[in-house]
């Protein structure tokens, strides 16, 4: 039980720490940008994991009987559902998002324009995107029982994270900031594809 939880465990407080290393880099540029940035993590919660958690648990709950059987063509095509799954989720949440912010709706957060202006869209975009494929990706793995093999991984990614944070210029700012979170979710999919291409 334990070797199968406490790699679980890990890999969700890494996720966690990620996000974390996000918020001290934005806080670090002022009340602006932590106020945007505050806006913009809020935005990435609703929009970014509306269809990843989903996608992650309906992978983990069918992929494992393809897997028990042997079945690599039945896995195959489950995975493959669920990536195209993923791809219409990303693009319709983030049609959804430009929509909302087109039509004035960051304002539901705050009416100080300074702050709006500072919401990075464009790197919060490149988020929601990512992230269903990352999620489901990962719920691949996890039903394939290689959560050591995940958490390890994501030590690593969010190690780099936090360093890449702190190496920052000292001019950057919230898109920048949130430019690199783009990239470690963008290297968390790739990764996990690898992985799961190597594997089979």
């Known amino acids: ?10 890999t969700l407080a890494l996720k966690v720490a990620s996000v ?4 001290i880099a934005a806080a670090a540029k002022g009340v602006v940008a932590a106020a945007a940035h505050q806006i913009t993590k809020s935005l990435l919660w609703v929009f970014g994991l509306l269809a ?3 996608l992650s648990s309906t992978a983990q709950a069918f992929l494992p009987a393809f897997m ?6 039945g896995a195959d095509q489950t995975l493959r559902l669920l990536l195209r799954l993923a791809l219409l989720g990303a693009v319709g949440t983030v049609a959804l998002l430009l929509l909302m912010t087109s039509q004035g709706g960051l304002r539901l957060f ?4 300074e702050v709006l202006k500072a919401v990075p869209v464009v790197s919060l975009s490149c988020c929601i995107l990512l992230t269903p494929f990352t999620f489901c990706m990962e719920g691949a793995h996890i039903a394939a029982q290689r959560q050591q ?5 994501l030590f690593l990614l969010t190690s780099l994270v936090g360093v890449s944070f ?30 799961l291409w190597r594997r089979g």
């Open 1 to 10: 039980f334990l070797a199968f939880a406490l790699p679980v465990c890990l």
């Open 20 to 23: 974390q290393f996000l918020s």
């Open 52 to 54: 990843s958690e989903s």
């Open 68 to 73: 028990q059987q042997k079945d690599q063509r």
């Open 110 to 113: 705050c009416e100080d324009e």
């Open 149 to 153: 093999w995940l958490s390890r991984r």
């Open 166 to 195: 702190h190496f920052l210029p000292q001019t950057a700012q919230l898109p920048e900031i949130w430019a690199v979170f783009v990239v470690y979710l963008f290297a968390r999919g790739v990764w996990y594809s690898w992985g």
